[in-house]
C-alpha cells in the first residue's frame, strides 16, 4: 500500500472508530467520565469491561461516525482534558491489576486557545511519564490516524499494533509538505518521505504487528479480540520487573543502538 | 552507596568523559539585538550570558557558550561528544541540511552533554543548540539525553537541563517520535531513583520536545518571554480562525497558567540554579 493510500484509508468516514471497536470487542462496557478537573473531553472514551471474560481498561480516541458525532468528539482531536481523563483510567488500572487496551485514532492532540492554556504539552508528557512505568500490561493499537504526540500520549505500551491501512507519523503529510517545500498539496510525496506505513514501522522497529484487516470481521472481530486477549494474558503472566524492563527497553533501543 | 534498580548503565552507554572542545567563534563577530538593536561583539555578548544589556532580551546562544555561562570554570566534562546520527529514512536533503548546520555551529548534534559543577555542586547538564536544525530532536539527541538521565540515575546526580527546541525532528520521522516516549522513561526511572531534575525552557521550547522531557522537571524554570508550547501559532490560528493574544505561550503565559514554578533572568538564573541544588543536596549514604 502507498503511503498516501494509508494516510487516506486512515482518514475515511467508512472506517470503524474505537468505539466499534469497543462495542465489538468487550462485553458489559461500562464508560467513565471526567478527569477530575477540568471537564470531560468526549475526543477521549474510556471504561472498563470484559475481553474474553477478564476485566480490561479500555481507552479510545474517538471522532465519531456522523457529522453530529464528529462536532461532539471534536473530530477526535483531545484536549488536555482528554489526555488527563485517560491518565486516571490508567491510575485505576494499575490499582485493581487491569490490563489496558488504547484504541489511538487521532489526527493530533488539539491545537486550540484553551489546549495551550490548560498544558496540552504537560498533559501528553505527564501520559507518557506514568505510562512508561505503569505496573500492568499496556497493548495500544493504532486504528486510524496515529496523528504525532497526540497519538503517542496513548501508545507508551508494551507492544503496539497497527491495523494494514492505518499510518503513524511524526507529522501530518500536509505539514511536513508545507514546511519542507512551503507546499501543503504536495502531501502524496510527503507521505511517501515519512515511512508513515505499517510495513514501514514494522521494518523500523516501531510497531511489533500489523492487523490485516480481515481480521475485524466476524460479529466480535473474532481474530483480533483473541489476538488482543492472549497478549494481554501473555504479559500479565509476567513478573512486573520483567514487564516494566521490557517495556523501557522496547523504546530504549528505537532509533539505533549507538554503539 | 550504588542501587541499581533496574540493572542499566552497561558499559557499553557508560560516560567516558573528555574535554570539552571550545566554542567555536561566532559565525558573524557582530550580534545585534533583534529586539531593540544595540550591536555588540558576539564573544562578548555570549560571555555575559546573551542577555542585552539596553533592553534585557535574551537572545538564542549556542549551547557551548551557555554551558560556559552556566557551569563553574573549567568544572565541565563533556559526554558522547562524537555520537551522532545517521538518515534512517534516506529523507530527502536531510544529510546536506545536517551536514550544513555541522560545519555552521561547529556541533554534531543537537544538544550537548556532560557532568560539571554550578555554585560548587555537582551536577549532569544538557543544552540544546540553536544552531543544529533548532535543537530539533532526532535520535541522537533522544539517545545523549536519555543516557545522560542513566548516567545521572547511577550516579545520583541531578540534572539540570535546558531545553530549546522546535521539536522532534521530522526528518527522523516516526524515529524521531519515539525519542519523547524513550527520553520521558529514563527521565521516570531517574525519578524514581530519587534524581532532582531542573528543566530550564529556553526560546524556543515547542512540539515534541515541549510535549516529554521539557514538561517532566521537578521544577522547571522559563527564561523571559521564551516561547513555550505545544502547537505552532499558525497552526493555532488556522484551527480557531482568530488571532492569538499578545503573550500567548511566552513564559510569562505559562507562570500566568502554573505550568512553569518561575520566570527567571538568565543573569540570575546561575546562582537560583545553585540554591536549588543545594537545597537537594544528598548527604553521602
Known sequence: MRAYEAVQAARSNRRPTAKTYIDRMIDGFIELHGDRRFGDDHAVIAGIGLLEGAPVTVIGIEKGSTTDEKIYRNFGQANPEGYRKALRQIKLAEKFHRPILCLVDTAGAYPGLGAEERGQGEAIAENMYELSTVRTPVLSIIVGEGGSGGALALAVADEVWMLEDAYYSVISPEGAASILWKDSTQAERAAECLKLTATDLKSLGVIERIIPTTDLAGAHMDALRAAVASKLREKQALDTYDLLEERYQRFRKMGGDFQ | ?285
Not at chain 2, 142 to 166: D, M, N, W, Y
Request: aromatic share 8%; charged share 20%.
Open chain 2, 1 to 285: 552507596m550504588n542501587r541499581n534498580l533496574f540493572g542499566w548503565g552497561q558499559a557499553d552507554t557508560a560516560a567516558k568523559p573528555v574535554a570539552p572542545q571550545l566554542p567555536k567563534p561566532p559565525e558573524q563577530p557582530y550580534t545585534s539585538c533583534p529586539e531593540c538593536k544595540s550591536l555588540y561583539l558576539s564573544e562578548e555578548l555570549h560571555r555575559g550570558g546573551g542577555v542585552c544589556p539596553v533592553c534585557n532580551h535574551h537572545l538564542r546562544i549556542p549551547a557551548r557558550a551557555r554551558i560556559a555561562f552556566f557551569a563553574d570554570p573549567g568544572s565541565f566534562w563533556e559526554f558522547w561528544p562524537e555520537l551522532q546520527g545517521g538518515d534512517p529514512l534516506d529523507f530527502p536533503n536531510y544529510v546536506k541540511k545536517l551536514t550544513q548546520a555541522r560545519i555552521k555551529s561547529g556541533e554534531t548534534e543537537g544538544v550537548i552533554t556532560g557532568e560539571c559543577t554550578i555554585g560548587g555542586n555537582q551536577t549532569c547538564i544538557f543544552a540544546m543548540d540553536p544552531g543544529l536544525m533548532m535543537g530539533s530532536m532526532g535520535s541522537a539527541v533522544g539517545e545523549k539525553i536519555t543516557r545522560l538521565f542513566e548516567h545521572a540515575a547511577e550516579k545520583q546526580l541531578p540534572v539540570v537541563g535546558f531545553c530549546l527546541s522546535g521539536g522532534a525532528r521530522m526528518q527522523e520521522g516516526a524515529l524521531s517520535l519515539m525519542q519523547m516516549a524513550k527520553t520521558t522513561s529514563a527521565v521516570k526511572r531517574h525519578s524514581d531513583a530519587g534524581g532532582l531534575f531542573v528543566s530550564v525552557l529556553c526560546d524556543p521550547t515547542t512540539g515534541g520536545v515541549m510535549a516529554s522531557f521539557a514538561m517532566e522537571g521537578d521544577i522547571i524554570i522559563a527564561e523571559p518571554n521564551a516561547l513555550c508550547g505545544f502547537a505552532g501559532q499558525r497552526v493555532i490560528e488556522q484551527t480557531i480562525r482568530q488571532q492569538l493574544p499578545p503573550g500567548f505561550q511566552r513564559a510569562e503565559f505559562l507562570l500566568e497558567k502554573g505550568f512553569v514554578d518561575m520566570v527567571c533572568d538568565r543573569r540570575e538564573l546561575r546562582g537560583r540554579l545553585a540554591e536549588i541544588l543545594r537545597l537537594h543536596r544528598r548527604e553521602a549514604e
